[in-house]
Structures are given as C-alpha cells and as structure tokens.
C-alpha cells in the first residue's frame, strides 16, 4: 500500500517559522503533482502550495511570499516551509498527490495531517 505521512507541525508563536515534510512510501513508480491543504476549525479546506513533478509551483495568495513549497523525488518527498506565520495559518495541514503504484494503487492519496498552531 501506499502511504503519505506528515510531520513537522507544532505550536509556534506569530512571525516564526516551520517546515513541514510529507514522505510517501510504498510501492511507488512515480508522483505526480504534490499538494499542500490546510483545512482550520471550522473552515473548509484550501489548497496552500503545488507543485509539479517537473518543480513548477503555485501558490494561495494568502501564503505568498511566506511559504515555499519543494521536493525531492529521490526520497518522494515535498516540503513546506512556512515563514513569517500568522494566526490565521493556524489549522492541519495535509499533503495530497497522484501516486503511480501497482495495478490497483495508483490514485489520489491523502496524509494524515498535522497540526500548525500559530499564537502568541
């Protein structure tokens, strides 16, 4: 099976910084784009960062300039690193991407999510 697994949130105060990793494990040929999503209390979820297999990238506006969205596809893995933090960032963040797996297993895969607390 396939798996994406996230890790690198936690509480940070107002103006700080935080990198988060998505890992995907598993049988894997290939990854399409990957996705950032962040979904807040009580909000519906939003599309953060992109970025394709080839590393062009797109952006919320509520996130430019602050975040950056990379990957490695030696280790299959995209990052988000998040600058200059704001409250209003505060929510779980999920990676989300179309993984070429085995006959059955290629499709759309969500991560768990962690948890991005922003307060001061």
């Known amino acids: 099976q396939v798996q994406l697994v996230e890790s690198g949130g936690g509480l940070v105060q107002p103006g700080g910084s935080l990198r988060l990793s998505c890992a995907a494990s598993g049988v894997i040929f290939s990854i399409n784009d990957m996705n950032w999503y962040r979904q807040a209390s009580g909000k519906e979820r939003e599309l953060v960062a992109s970025i394709t297999s080839l590393g062009s990238t797109n952006y919320a506006d509520s996130v430019k300039g602050r975040f950056t969205i990379s990957r490695d596809n030696a280790k299959n893995t995209v990052y988000l690193q998040m600058n200059s933090l704001k409250p209003e960032d505060t929510a779980v963040y999920y990676c989300?991407?179309?993984?070429?797996?085995?006959?059955?297993?290629?499709?759309?895969?969500w991560g768990q999510g962690t948890q991005v607390t922003v307060s001061s």
């Open positions: 989300y991407a179309y993984v070429h797996s085995g006959t059955g297993y290629s499709r759309n895969y």
